[in-house]
């Protein structure tokens, strides 16, 4: 059976425990006859044409795993940003744990989609945003259909909440291969502030896919700043799917480090609903042998006099391929937009490739929109300037990279994130260097 | 110090060292003067181990162990310092920073501990007035926007920092303004001692009367053509090449 019909009569299944008059019901019908109609995208989709899924498709997964498992902390502690107090909403195996979360209600919400969903009082939140920005595409429809469990965070009008909060989901591999779809919900109210960091770790080398999808509101100067670790085994495949609309005065920055996993696919799409939004998504790639990093992204300036700004690195080694989808929509009215992107890759090997691309698509006539992509190496002159000052060849190679990659980290707020972000690095380039950057 | 004995290289099968000769000892300090293009700061790349000259015959050696086929790193670790001609701008690593790694990997290199971070400041604090670089100048990336003169200043600063055998000075005075040139020499000569050894590639005299060289050579076309001591260097300033190119003729 493939997946795509597994997955549809696991849905009949899955249906009949829910309950029918849900008010996320018909949303959730809707979605599983889109997937039905149109399937898992292949290279056909112009959107799919450098990621292809047919090999990640063909495992056996599970879609709901049969025991819940439990994980010590004191094992997955180093997941974690142990060195700072941070809320915590964490799953395994796409089940809940209580035991390594740290939720809160007092004055915001940090807890569970599914409690959200079944409990009264979040009825006006859930009936206002849930579903609201995500869009109709298979892969996303895929996750509506089946959205059950995730993050739900809540952050009423000008909070500024302290301690960032970690969303983390673990897969302990005890299924031969498991499928899971964690579905986020993230509303920040006016002028409310917040720092969130996303992971997805695998803790064994068993196949996971994982489609994920995470839905954020920004309203009136709300100010987000948002973090997605993807440093995954070789064995896990991500799908990522995220959706922020922006009110007016409201400022967004996502921040991706794609440093593992098998195939990652980045959806990362900007709204910007009112005047004066400020948006930033900015990334690092560094992978090798047969790895797969794909970033589509997508802002649309519905509105005048906003800006965005797009920074991705990537450093390519042995096989890997890299793709960067770049698009920027501006519509008629949306005058005065500021929209900058740029892409710079640097090939290691030359079996490595990257595929760029970008889209603009603008209908205004008075925007500022810029766009610049790099392919090249490692400097060679630059090399030699760093060895004969005595930093040998690994040493000097991996400076240059984080030299590379250091304007994307420079605007990492948190600065214990900031660290393991630059150990991360280290560890991906193999040296240990005595200094910081 | 440093022994170079029928030095032929060549850079895409293009030969431009076409047999060098040249002996400087400890203490010594010796000029290369000559016109565009002869080979000097060839000779500089392929003394610092620069992998894109292949040196096809002859000796190089340095306290005499042979380097020829030596990395670029291990001659540093060595002692042998290259002041770039044009000093390459790497954007986003610190001066500060990439200071402290070359010296911390100099000296792992030579099975030592790392430098003690204070140590490492002090020594930052005490260069730094010596060449009167601005303490805000180091937090800087390296290189990156510097003024011609900058980046030469901070090269003359590395060299401060690391304390080589063999200081190779590939046209550090160009750019420099005349306090700038001044402060530089005056670096120079405070690092000289009877355990190190200077090569200055010049094209002008002035900076010969800050660094006063033992000897002074005239490269042409890929090889030392004529030798002498300090006064050669006022001559060429006089006279320039075209003398030499005579004698050369007529020999
Ligand atoms: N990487 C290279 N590839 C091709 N030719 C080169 C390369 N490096 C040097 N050359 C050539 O070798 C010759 C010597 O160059 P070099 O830079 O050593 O001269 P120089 O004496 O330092 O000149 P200047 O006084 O202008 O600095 C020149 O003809 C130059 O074009
Ligand atoms: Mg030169």
């Known amino acids: ?50 990621t292809p899924l047919d090999k990640m498709l063909k495992a056996d997964y599970t879609v709901f795993p049969k025991k819940s498992n439990t994980l010590e902390y004191k094992n997955v502690k180093q997941y974690f940003l142990h060195d700072v107090d941070t809320y915590k909403v964490v799953f395994v195996d796409g089940v809940y744990s209580s035991f390594l979360s740290e939720t809160t209600h007092e004055g915001i919400d940090v807890c569970l989609l599914s409690s959200a969903l079944s409990k009264d009082k979040y009825r006006p939140v859930i009936e206002a945003y849930f ?116 009110e007016r005065d409201s400022n967004c920055r996502v921040h991706t480090f794609s440093f593992g996993g098998k195939l990652i696919r980045n959806n990362l799409n900007f709204y910007q609903q009112g005047q004066h939004c400020d948006s930033t998504l900015k990334g690092v790639t560094i992978i090798e042998k047969k790895q797969h990093v794909d970033h589509s992204t997508l ?21 890997a391929v890299g793709v960067f989808n770049g698009k920027v929509m501006v519509d008629k009215i949306a005058q005065k937009i500021d929209a900058f992107q740029q892409n710079n890759n640097i090939l290691i090997s030359d079996k490595a490739t990257i595929n760029a691309k970008p889209q603009l698509e603008i209908f205004a006539d008075d925007v500022k929109c810029s766009h610049g992509c790099t392919i090249g190496q490692l400097d060679e002159d630059a090399l030699f300037y760093l060895r004969s000052r005595g930093i040998g060849k690994k040493e000097a190679n991996a400076l240059l990279m984080y030299a590379f990659a250091n304007n994307v980290l420079e605007s990492v707020k948190i600065p214990e994130l900031k660290n393991r972000i630059n150990g991360l690095i280290a560890d991906k380039i193999g040296v240990q260097l005595g200094f910081d950057l | 110090m440093l022994q170079i004995e029928n030095l032929h290289a060549s850079v895409e099968d293009k030969d431009i060292l076409k047999g060098i000769d040249l002996q400087i000892g400890a203490g010594e300090v010796h000029a290369i003067m000559g016109p565009n293009g002869s080979g000097k700061s060839t000779l500089a790349s392929v003394i610092a181990g620069n992998e894109d000259y292949e040196m096809t015959e002859g000796n190089l050696l340095l306290e005499g162990e042979d380097i020829s086929e030596l990395d670029p790193e291990e001659r540093a670790h060595h002692g042998v310092f290259l002041s770039f001609q044009y000093p390459v701008e790497i954007p986003g690593v610190s001066v500060t920073n990439f200071v402290k790694t070359a010296i911390n990997e100099t000296r792992k290199a030579q099975g030592m501990e790392e430098m003690p971070a204070a140590e490492m400041l002090k020594k930052i604090r005490e260069k730094a007035a010596l060449l009167e670089i601005d303490r805000k100048f180091l937090s800087r990336s390296l290189n990156e926007g510097f003024s011609g003169g900058e980046k030469k200043r901070n090269e003359i600063f590395q060299m401060a920092m690391l304390e080589p055998k063999l200081a190779i000075l590939d046209e550090t005075d160009s750019g420099l303004d005349i306090d700038a040139l001044r402060i530089v020499a005056n670096g120079v000569n405070k690092l000289r001692s009877e355990n190190n050894a200077v090569l200055v590639i010049t094209h002008y005299q002035r900076l010969l009367d800050y660094i006063v060289p033992d000897k002074v050579h005239v490269l042409m076309d890929g090889k030392i053509v004529k030798s002498g001591d300090k006064d050669l260097a006022l001559k060429l300033e006089e006279k320039g090449y075209d003398w030499i190119k005579e004698e050369v003729k007529t020999a």
């Open chain 1, 1 to 50: 059976m493939s997946l795509k019909d597994k997955l549809i009569s696991s849905y009949m299944a899955y249906e009949d425990s829910l309950d029918q008059e849900h008010l996320i019901h018909d949303i959730r019908s809707a979605a599983i006859k889109n997937f039905e109609n149109t399937g898992f995208p292949t290279r056909k989709h112009e959107a799919w044409k450098y």
């Open chain 1, 131 to 246: 579903n609201k920005a995500a869009e109709t595409d298979s892969i996303t429809s895929l996750n509506t259909a089946f959205a059950k469990e995730g993050a739900y965070i809540f952050i009423p009008a000008h909070k500024e909440v302290e301690k960032p909060i970690e969303i983390i989901n673990f897969a302990t591999g005890s299924e031969a291969a498991l499928m899971i779809q964690p579905r986020n919900l993230i509303v920040v109210g006016e002028n409310a502030h917040v720092q969130i960091i996303e992971r997805h770790q695998s803790l064994a080398e068993h196949p996971i896919l994982t489609n994920s999808v995470t839905e954020i509101f920004a309203e009136k100067r709300a100010y987000i700043d948002y973090y997605k670790v993807q440093n995954d085994v070789e064995t896990a495949s991500l799908i990522d799917s995220t959706y922020i609309k922006q």
């Open chain 1, 299 to 319: 802002v649309h300036h519905q509105s005048p006099n906003c800006e965005s700004h797009q920074d991705y690195k990537g450093i390519y080694d042995d096989s």
